[in-house]
């Protein structure tokens, strides 16, 4: 069984890691959201498809962040058969 300090750093990191997501996503929402606010009209399907690629882009950052920071958990439990 893993101890209770390994616990409490584990929920530490990973309560860390989804804050610093979700700050990093608002902040580029709200900087995309400024550019396109100063850009004319016909330059927003442009700044849409941008958003988008953005998006695909941090939820493949959160991805790999996910699976190297439970990497040693998932297989601990996976020795285990659990």
């Known amino acids: 069984m893993i101890s209770i300090l390994s616990q409490e750093r584990l929920l530490g990191a990973s309560l860390g890691i989804i804050f610093t997501g979700v700050i990093i996503f608002e902040q580029?929402?709200?900087?995309y959201n400024t550019i396109a606010l100063n850009q004319?009209?016909?330059s927003q399907i442009k700044e849409t498809y941008r958003e988008k690629k953005s998006q695909f882009e941090i939820s493949h950052y959160w991805?790999?962040?996910?699976?190297?920071?439970?990497k040693p958990?998932?297989?601990?439990?996976g020795y285990r058969k659990w």
């Open 28 to 31: 580029r929402r709200d900087i």
């Open 63 to 70: 991805n790999k962040a996910v699976d190297q920071a439970f």
């Open 40 to 42: 004319p009209p016909n």
């Open 73 to 77: 958990a998932i297989q601990v439990l």
